[in-house]
């Protein structure tokens, strides 16, 4: 019956909105805050009580490594200032809940109250002191305690368990049966087999009132009192009245071997004529008290004072603009995620207190610190939102790399970049990390790639080609394999740096456009090359032509309208590719925005490479 009441109430209430600035767990003030990975934060106690699997906001799993975490330094900060009271009160109720371990319960008893002259909202030291209240005899104090808990905390299970305890204490067995019901709808933890145990316990006393004076035994009608309840709060329960949903069976054998009575034709027991109606009346209560938690508001929602903000306290150490999607390290310090990100790029121990951030760099962890977020876009809205369009602003001038002479486009000098062709690269420089990291944020996913040269301003070529940016592999230090293909080829303008890697305004190029009187003499021109290409690849030996499959992929088919294509046939930037060639001839090939002339070069070094390797053939077999 438990489950099916538990399964009604999930399916008809709202989401319970969730108080961001406590403990997702305790439900209380944050003491000893821990950021875990996914940016959710905790009180220490709670984090590692269980210890906890999984986050309980973004079901996340949480690592063991949490253990040698340190407590968020700027959460702490501000729960100190913000909440005082409450933090005050945290102490006292630990010291409260040492004592009543201790079996001091008058002494736990007096730092409660002390606590609650500090916290007077703190559902946790309410509860606590109710417990300890009813365990001193006290039910009446126990019960105005959890009661009090119940309004702080409406959706918190352990209250109405506490006000359940108190009213058994007292004699009010219907309203302790129905607090119970409520306890065991809202628990979510483990607990909720000794719930369903207290609340059969509960029921037992309840039919034991009943069939005072009679010579019934309970027993003998046990399973017709569970089957009753059960039809009692389907009645008021749309959703468990469904037919298919299996209920007790009503067989009973119609004599009693005590006594020797029959029961009614129905198999029902004339108690039940008392029963079901009293039944119906706790279930009544049960359901408007339910109906009343649905309207009710979410209890005691903790606020900032405007008075105790400071704004220097939301002011990243690394750039010194207030913090923009900040995350937090192991170690507890808080920073921008972009500029922690560049610091990384030159160093793996935290820019504050230099510990060593490897295991977080590996993990390659992004998620904001919620709290931090949360709390800047509550008290300092206005600054929050000029902080993000600077930042829009930043990235927008990025994602408009390549548009106009105006925008320029970042740069790696490394190799020839050739059209079409792959490009695998492996990125450890700190500069080309964050150039990399910039692309991918951005957007643009693509930079400009550019062979050195010795002779050349910045010290590399003037002509280059887009890389576009297929995929990135992390290493566990921060490197990265990157592959990228080649695209549109470029003519540098004007060179520039940006953060330490290079930039450019560049000019993309474009085959010059073939005439029709042209077309056929080019075509011609384009399957002759062609053909010689392929002849060269198929006398290429085994091992080397596996190579270059495996490295470049197999030859490029040629595509219907090649001519009009902005740079020309697939193919050919292949053969390109794998022929050994000097840099600086492919660079000469590369630039060149004549598809005929471009045909007429290859076709010469095909020449040339064929004629090398008969030589080689014929000096090989004359030497044997």
């Known amino acids: 019956m438990v489950d099916y009441m538990r399964q009604h109430w999930r399916e008809n209430i709202n989401p319970v909105q969730r108080n961001l600035f406590s403990c997702p767990s305790c439900k209380g003030v944050l003491h000893e805050p821990i950021t875990i990975s996914c940016g959710h934060t905790y009180c220490r106690m709670c984090l590692h009580k269980g210890p906890l699997r999984t986050c309980k906001v973004c079901q996340c799993r949480v690592k063991n490594q949490t253990v040698n975490v340190k407590p968020n330094v700027l959460i702490s900060s501000l729960v100190d200032r913000w909440w005082a009271g409450e933090e005050e009160g945290v102490k006292l109720r630990s010291q409260g809940n040492e004592c009543f371990r201790n079996k001091q319960l008058e002494k736990a008893v007096e730092l409660y109250n002390q606590a609650f002259r500090s916290a007077s909202q703190d559902h946790l030291l309410l509860s606590n002191r109710s417990h300890v209240l009813h365990t001193l005899g006290k039910a009446e104090e126990a019960l105005k305690d959890a009661e009090a808990a119940v309004r702080c905390r409406p959706e918190w299970a352990k209250g109405y368990f506490r006000k359940a305890m108190a009213l058994d204490s007292l004699g009010h067995y219907d309203d302790s049966l129905i607090s119970l019901m409520q306890c065991a709808v809202l628990e979510e933890s483990n607990s909720l087999h000794s719930i369903k145990d207290e609340i059969c316990k509960a029921y037992h006393r309840l039919l034991t009132r009943l069939t005072s004076g009679r010579r019934y035994s309970l027993d003998r009608y046990h399973h017709h009192h569970l089957h009753h309840l059960h039809h009692c709060y389907s009645r008021h329960t749309p959703a468990l009245s469904d037919p298919s949903i299996p209920l007790a069976s009503d067989s009973e054998d119609s004599e009693d071997s005590d006594d020797g009575r029959k029961t009614h034709p129905s198999g029902n027991s004339p108690l039940l004529n008392e029963e079901i109606p009293h039944l119906r009346i706790i279930m009544d209560k049960y359901n408007k008290e339910m109906e009343r938690n649905k309207k009710v508001n979410h209890g005691y929602v903790r606020a900032v004072d405007p008075n105790s903000l400071d704004k220097k306290d939301f002011e990243c150490t690394l750039c010194f603009r207030f913090l923009y999607q900040p995350v937090t390290t192991p170690c507890g310090h808080s920073f921008c995620r972009t500029c922690l990100d560049r610091c990384l790029d030159h160093s793996t121990f935290c820019p504050l207190c230099k510990t060593s951030l490897k295991l977080y760099l590996a993990e390659r962890r992004s998620a904001v610190t919620e709290f931090v977020e949360k709390a800047m876009q509550t008290v300092m809205a206005g600054d929050c939102k000029d902080r993000q369009r600077q930042h829009e602003e930043e990235m927008d001038e990025l994602a408009a790399a390549g548009k106009d ?220």
């Open 405 to 624: 002479s105006h925008h320029e486009i970042p740069i790696f000098v490394a190799t020839l970049g050739i059209p079409t062709v792959s490009c695998p690269l492996h990125v450890f420089e700190p500069r080309y990390r964050l150039m990399i990291r910039r692309c991918m944020e951005s957007g643009t996913r693509e930079f400009g790639m550019c062979m050195p040269m010795d002779n050349a301003e910045n010290g590399y070529a003037d002509y280059g080609t887009m890389l576009e940016i297929r995929d990135v592999e992390y290493t566990a230090d921060g490197r990265s394999i990157v592959n990228t293909i080649g695209s549109r080829r470029f003519k540098i303008v004007s060179k520039s740096a940006r953060d330490g890697y290079n930039t450019a305004a560049v000019e993309f190029l474009q085959d010059e456009r073939i005439a029709n009187c042209n077309l056929g003499e080019v075509r011609c021109l384009h399957d002759r090359v062609h053909m010689v290409a392929s002849q060269w690849f198929d006398s290429i030996e085994g091992m080397t032509k596996r190579r270059i499959l495996s490295h470049y992929g197999s030859m490029p088919t040629v595509e219907r309208e090649y001519w009009t294509s902005p740079n020309g046939p697939a193919w050919m930037w292949w053969i390109i590719a794998i022929l050994p060639l000097d840099h600086q001839i492919q660079l000469t090939i590369l630039r060149e925005t004549s598809l005929r002339r471009r045909l007429e070069v290859t076709h010469k070094i095909l020449h040339c490479v064929m004629v090398q390797q008969r030589t080689r053939q014929v000096t090989a077999a004359v030497t044997q």
